[in-house]
């Protein structure tokens, strides 16, 4: 007896000191029972199945902390802008694009106190002082089998050669500029992206402008796994996203993985949240293994909880980043250039996105 | 009647005032949803990121912005006059027929205008891409393919049709109060066909025409998502221009400059069309 009491006290004890450690050190994926019962968290991302896929990852968080989670969107800086202006933000936690968190750190974004967030599963280099990722994908240049037969292009290089690789190219015309691509246009025009200076930026986009009227700039990526589909361009720079379902749905073309263009979306929370702590929550839930493993298979975007493993199948799998191969093939665009000269990229690339 | 005037008794006088107490809830709605938002683009232009005129410096110092306003104006001007030879002949078949066929060309005109545009421009990108419908019909029939998708001539097509029903309704209106007699008039004093045509009833269904086309035009310098997905870069309009610098660059100021701009223009370009119009109205009045 005594000694089952001294054994039930020495588990309470543990189990306490655990409790107070994982309140002092949170982990990825937990959040405490009934903690934010009540309360009501609004998740900004950009809709569609991605966003469902984040919903449904997020359930468990929200079973267990008993917090209502509001979903809104699409994702737009202006408005984020406009509610932090105001004084009136009711957006919690916010899914952007790649730069925007490090444009506008601590302008428009909070940042982040590591404390209040579990980020030792986050593939490395992918934390930002205002942003940890919401998932990884990537840009990936996809050629026409059929068009290109036994002499593939096999690099971003070839992309931009239209003399050795004739025919229609496509590129992201979505709205901002992709550094990485840029970076591989500099690169073709002899440059060394890792020198890049802002006079720089005109040679890479000259570089994109001598592909020719032929190319194509699509708006959507819808459009961009249509165009695929459809067999109207020959060599496409698409989001791995699309290009898997464009592949699923019987487009003839394949993906020369050679320096893809890593792309990442980020998770951030805007300046001036009514409940900051319930927002960490979220986020530091959102990071767990089961999320991200939930998130991967409905999204069949890469997760960034390296622990995470996924059902998906083969044409999913196919199509995913995290591999150590595929992980050494990525490229990584060089933030520091494009961070502090956003402003002038996007400029430039709307110039010729208008025709000039 | 001007004789009477005088007499008005002065109770009804002080009636007068009760049609704008009925079209109060309509100004008050216009002032809070237009007037104010307009206000604000109008201060944010001049005063971000501090007062004065730079946002519009910089607007007509850089050369693209202007290529743009004036592609603007000219893709407005050719869906204008794809609307006007369109709508034309179709509101005048709208009062030669009976009342069935009427309703019929009318339920033609609505239904798609009570479809999504977003819907009716991905139609539009099924039927114009180069592996498309009409593409696919030509190259059948032997001729080689077209490019329409992405060009000029595609966003224009999908504009017009979005816009059809902005010229069809304003011409059939007016169309349908030309007394047809005067024609038949015309001809009996020996009149040709078409000099009936050109000298009686197009003038009689010019203010229809202008009335539309005035609408058309105006409507059609505001377009985004057509030429956005019909369009490539070189049919790329104003409002594309200020979406970057407003939802991509935070540049409230930039992008209200190249709003008021764009309004200012249409303000003027109105105006120059204005007198025209009104002799034009008064020739077509006179009996």
């Given amino acids: ?356 | 009647m001007s004789a009477s005037e005088p007499t008005i008794p002065a109770a009804e006088r002080r009636r007068a005032w009760r049609p704008f107490a009925l079209a109060l809830p309509a100004l008050v709605l216009l002032l809070a949803v237009i007037g104010y938002p307009l206000l604000t683009i109008v201060v944010r232009s001049l005063s971000e990121p501090q007062w004065g005129l730079q946002n519009y410096v910089w607007f007509f110092s850089v050369p693209i912005n202007l290529a743009v306003l004036q592609r603007t104006f000219v893709i407005s001007a050719w869906v204008t006059l794809v609307c006007v030879v369109c709508a034309y002949p179709y509101a005048y078949l709208m009062t030669a027929v009976g009342p069935r066929v009427r309703l019929l060309l009318l339920l033609c005109v609505l239904i798609p205008f009570w479809v999504s545009g977003v819907v009716r421009t991905l139609s539009w990108v099924i039927l114009l891409q180069d592996s498309g419908v009409i593409n696919s019909i030509l190259r059948s029939l032997g001729f080689g393919g077209v490019r329409l998708i992405r060009t000029q001539t595609g966003v224009v097509i999908g504009m017009a049709q979005v816009l059809l029903p902005f010229m069809i309704l304003p011409l059939y209106s007016v169309m349908k109060g030309i007394d047809l007699k005067l024609v038949q008039a015309a001809r009996s004093l020996g009149a040709r066909p078409s000099r009936a045509f050109l000298t009686v009833y197009l003038p009689l269904s010019l203010p229809g025409v202008y009335a539309g086309a005035v609408i058309v035009f105006i409507l059609a310098l505001g377009f985004y998502i057509t030429p956005a997905l019909l369009g490539g870069p070189r049919s790329t309009m104003l409002s594309t221009l200020v979406q970057t610098q407003v939802l991509s660059l935070l540049q409230w100021g930039r992008g209200g400059a190249m709003g008021v701009v764009l309004l200012v223009t249409t303000f003027v370009l109105l105006a120059l069309a204005a007198p025209v119009m009104r002799s034009r109205h008064r020739q077509a009045g006179r009996p």
């Fill in chain 1, 1 to 356: 007896m005594r000694l089952r009491f001294g054994h039930a006290a020495c588990v309470a004890v543990l189990l306490a000191a655990t409790a107070a450690l994982a309140q002092s050190k949170p982990v990825a994926g937990e959040v405490a029972e009934g903690s934010l019962k009540g309360k009501t968290l609004t998740l900004v991302s950009y809709g569609g199945i991605y966003q469902d896929g984040q919903a449904a990852a997020l359930k468990e968080f929200v079973d267990k902390s008993g917090v209502k989670l509001l979903n809104d969107g699409p994702t737009e800086i202006a408005k984020l802008q406009a509610q932090v202006e105001s004084g009136n933000v009711t957006w919690d936690v916010v899914d952007t694009d790649d730069l925007p968190p490090y444009v506008y750190c601590g302008k428009l974004f909070q940042k982040l106190d590591l404390t209040k967030l579990d980020v030792s599963k986050i593939p490395e280099g992918q934390v930002g002082e205002c942003s940890v990722p919401a998932m990884n994908y990537g840009v990936v240049l996809m050629y026409n089998t059929e068009k290109y037969k036994d002499n593939p292009p096999k690099s971003w290089a070839d992309f931009f050669d239209t003399q050795k690789f004739p025919g229609v190219r496509g590129i992201d015309g979505s709205g901002s500029p992709t550094g990485g691509l840029l970076e591989q246009a500099f690169k073709v025009a002899g440059g060394d992206p890792k020198a890049m200076t802002v006079a720089d930026i005109d040679k890479a986009i000259d570089v994109v402008r001598k592909l020719g009227p032929d190319t194509i700039f699509w708006k959507t990526g819808a459009e961009s796994q249509q165009l695929a589909e459809s067999g109207e361009a020959d060599m496409l720079m698409m989001w791995t996203g699309r290009a898997m379902t464009a592949v699923k749905n019987g487009a003839k073309y394949t993906p020369a993985w050679q320096d893809w263009l890593v792309v990442m979306d980020q998770m951030t929370i805007p300046v001036g949240v009514k409940d900051t702590d319930a927002s960490y929550a979220l986020l530091n839930a959102y990071l767990g293994k089961h999320a991200q493993e939930i998130l991967a298979e409905q999204t069949s975007y890469t997760p960034i909880n390296s622990d995470a493993q996924p059902k998906v199948d083969a044409s999913v799998s196919a199509f995913l980043t995290n591999s150590p191969e595929r992980q050494k093939q990525g490229y990584k665009q060089n933030f520091k250039f494009w961070v502090p000269n956003f402003a002038v990229a996007q400029e430039k690339w709307s110039a010729l996105m208008s025709g000039n």
